[in-house]
């Protein structure tokens, strides 16, 4: 079982920034080894994926976020981020982090995860 404790979102102007991070813990679990992400729901909308990151530190974005959201993660605390830039009303929703993410570096339309983060608000006002 992998346990994923989020931090960070908030309220914030269109245009501004906010950064995301999410703890990963596991009994009997190497979380080092999982491409770890997030994903976000807009009200009236499905999940969707927004960015995750392999064990080697290759990235995946979606088109929406791309040269705005930065993820990253630290192996040795188990711990990934997410640095969100020129954020905009479209950006709305709940975020979660999740871990293992299936087919990390293929088309996000295509992930899955067993594990979840408790979510995170992100608002962002025009």
């Known amino acids: 079982v992998v346990q994923l404790h989020q931090s960070g979102g908030g309220s914030v102007q269109a245009g501004g920034s906010l950064r995301l991070s999410c703890a990963a813990s596991?009994?009997?679990?190497?979380?080092?080894?999982?491409?770890m992400g997030w994903f976000r729901q807009a009200p009236g909308k499905e999940r969707e994926g927004v960015a995750g990151i392999d064990p080697d530190g290759v990235t995946n974005y979606a088109d929406s976020v791309k040269g705005r959201f930065t993820i990253t993660r630290d192996s040795a605390e188990n711990t990934v981020y997410l640095q969100m830039n020129s954020l905009t009303p479209e950006d709305t929703g709940m975020y979660y982090c999740?871990?293992?993410?299936?087919?990390?570096?293929?088309?996000?339309?295509?992930?899955?995860?067993?594990?979840w983060g408790q979510g995170t608000q992100v608002t962002v006002s025009s």
């Open positions: 596991g009994e009997g679990e190497d979380v080092s080894l999982y491409c």
């Open positions: 999740a871990a293992p993410i299936r087919r990390c570096l293929g088309g996000l339309t295509t992930w899955s995860s067993d594990y």
